[in-house]
C-alpha cells in the first residue's frame, strides 16, 4: 500500500460562504484548495451573493454552485443530504456571526445550516466580522456552543476592518486556510500510512543532487545532477509510511512534505553526515548524489587570478560513499543508482557486487528525454544475487511514478524470503 502525501486525491471539501466582506477572499481560498487536489463544491447564503456572485465560484470550483435549500434542480440530482454526505471537510470561510448563531441554536432554515446539522464530515469555521461583534457575550457563547459540538473554530485575525475599527475579526489569509486543509489531510493520510504503509516505522536515509568541490573561494567542480530523482524518491518514502531524511547537495528544489533536510555541500561533508545518521539508525539508505569523483588536492585560500593560458590543478580521489557506508557493521538495506552513457547495464549490474549493494537503479543519462535536468525517467533495477530477484525494467515515466515503482522494489527485496524461491 502507497500513499502520495504531496496532492490529497479523491477528497472532498464543501466551502460555505456566509455575508461579510471576507466573501472576496474566498474566491482564492477555493482556488487555492483546487491547486491542492481536493473536489470542492461552494454553498452560499443568500448574504454571501450580495458580497459576490455565483458565477465566480462556479468558474473557480468548475461546480454548480449551491444556494437554495428547495431547489427542484438539485433535489432531482444532488439534494442537500447528498451533498452533505458528499463532503469530507465543511469549511465555513468568512463564517458571520448569523450563521454561528444559526448553528449553534439548531437552527435550518437555509442550505448552509441544513446542510451543518445534516452532515457527518468535520466542521469548521473561520469567523469574520466587526471585533464589537466578536467580542460580544452572545457570540462567544455561540463559540463556545459550537466548540462542546465539536465544531472547529479557526481563530480570526487582528487588523484594520473594512468599518474603520482595529482589532480581532479578520478572516485569515485563504493561503493559510488551505495550508490548515491540506496539513489537516496530510496527518491523517500519515497516521495509516505509519501503519499500513509500505516502510511503515523504517527509517530511510537519502542523498540526492550534486556535490560541490571547491577551487578557491568562488570557483568549484561539480556536475549537472538536479536532484529532482532523490527529491521524489523522499517524498514517495515519506508516502509510504518511513521517517525519511534528505542529505541534499546545492539544488534549488523545495523540501518534500514531512522530509528532514540536511544541506550539504562537499562529498566529504555528505559522507560525515551519512555516518552520524548511520550511527543514529538507518534501516534504508538510498545514494542517488551525484557525487564528484575527485576534489582539489588543496584549495586556494584567495581567487586563483587569470595568467597564462593553462592552469595545472591537482585532484584527489574522493571517498566513495555508498561503498563506505555498504562496509560498516551496522550495515542498512543499500541502495545505489548508476547513471551512465554507454553499456548501462553491464556497468550497474558491476557496481552492484564491486560495492556490494542490495539494489541498484541504473539509468542513460545520455538520452536528453530522461537525463539529469528531465522531470521524467526510466530504468532497470537490479537485485544482489541473495534474494534471487529479477530485474525489473521501470519504462519512462515521471520520476515521481519511478519512486513509487523504487518503493515497492525496496519493499519486495526487505520482504522476499529466498526459502520460498527453493519451495518451488
Known amino acids: 500500500m502507497s500513499f502520495d502525501l504531496s496532492v490529497i486525491p479523491n477528497k472532498n471539501i464543501i466551502v460555505g460562504i456566509t455575508g461579510g466582506i471576507a466573501a472576496y477572499k474566498s474566491a482564492i481560498l477555493v482556488r487555492r484548495l483546487k491547486d491542492a487536489g481536493f473536489n470542492v463544491r461552494v454553498v452560499m447564503t443568500e448574504g454571501a451573493q450580495a458580497f459576490i456572485t455565483p458565477l465566480t465560484f462556479q468558474a473557480l470550483s468548475g461546480n454548480p454552485v449551491h444556494t437554495q435549500l428547495l431547489d427542484p434542480e438539485a433535489e432531482a440530482g444532488m439534494g442537500h443530504i447528498e451533498l452533505a454526505r458528499w463532503a469530507d471537510l465543511v469549511l465555513i470561510a468568512p463564517a458571520s456571526c448569523d450563521t454561528l448563531a ?5 437552527l435550518a432554515d437555509d442550505l448552509l445550516s441544513t446542510l451543518y446539522l445534516a452532515t457527518s464530515a468535520p466542521v469548521w469555521v473561520a469567523p469574520a466580522m466587526n471585533q464589537q461583534m466578536w467580542a460580544a457575550k452572545a457570540t462567544q457563547r455561540n463559540l463556545a456552543t459550537l466548540v462542546d459540538d465539536g465544531v472547529h473554530v479557526i481563530m480570526p485575525e487582528s487588523g484594520s476592518q473594512a468599518c474603520g475599527d482595529v482589532g480581532l475579526g479578520r478572516m ?6 488551505a495550508r490548515q486543509v491540506t496539513d489537516y489531510f496530510h496527518k491523517a493520510q500519515r497516521a495509516i ?5 509500505l516502510l511503515a516505522s523504517k527509517h530511510v536515509v537519502i542523498t540526492a543532487g550534486p556535490t560541490r568541490e571547491a577551487i578557491d573561494p568562488v570557483r568549484y567542480i561539480s556536475n549537472h545532477s538536479t536532484g529532482k530523482m532523490g527529491f521524489a524518491l523522499a517524498a514517495a518514502c515519506y508516502a509510504a509510511g518511513a521517517k525519511v531524511t534528505l542529505i541534499a547537495g546545492p539544488v534549488s528544489l523545495d523540501t518534500p512534505n514531512g522530509v528532514h533536510r540536511i544541506n550539504v555541500s562537499s562529498a566529504v561533508q555528505m559522507l560525515d553526515t551519512s555516518m552520524q545518521l548511520l550511527d543514529e539508525g538507518c534501516d534504508v539508505f538510498i545514494a542517488t548524489a551525484a557525487v564528484a569523483d575527485y576534489r582539489v588536492a588543496e584549495v586556494a585560500e584567495h581567487k586563483i587570478k587569470k595568467s597564462g593560458d593553462e592552469l595545472d590543478i591537482a585532484l584527489i580521489k574522493n571517498p566513495d560513499i555508498v561503498a563506505t557506508i555498504a562496509q560498516q557493521d551496522k550495515r542498512p538495506f543499500m541502495v545505489g543508482f548508476a547513471a551512465e552513457t554507454r553499456n548501462v547495464e553491464e556497468y550497474a549490474a558491476g557496481k552492484l557486487v564491486a560495492k556490494k549493494l542490495d539494489m541498484i537503479a541504473c539509468n542513460d543519462v545520455s538520452r536528453a528525454d530522461i537525463g539529469f535536468a528531465s522531470d521524467e525517467n526510466a530504468m532497470t533495477v537490479f537485485f544482489a544475487e541473495s534474494y534471487h530477484l529479477p530485474k525489473r525494467d521501470l519504462e519512462k515515466a515521471s520520476k515521481q511514478e519511478i519512486a513509487q ?3 515497492e522494489a525496496i519493499h519486495d527485496a ?4 529466498p526459502a520460498q524461491d527453493e519451495a518451488f
Do not use: I, R, S
Not at 500510512?193 to 504503509?197: D, I, L, M, N, V
Open 414 to 417: 526487505l520482504h522476499h524470503d
Open 405 to 407: 515503482q523504487l518503493v
Open 102 to 106: 444559526k448553528f449553534a441554536a439548531g
Open 172 to 177: 485569515p489569509e485563504p493561503e493559510e486556510l
Open 193 to 197: 500510512a505509519e501503519k499500513f504503509g
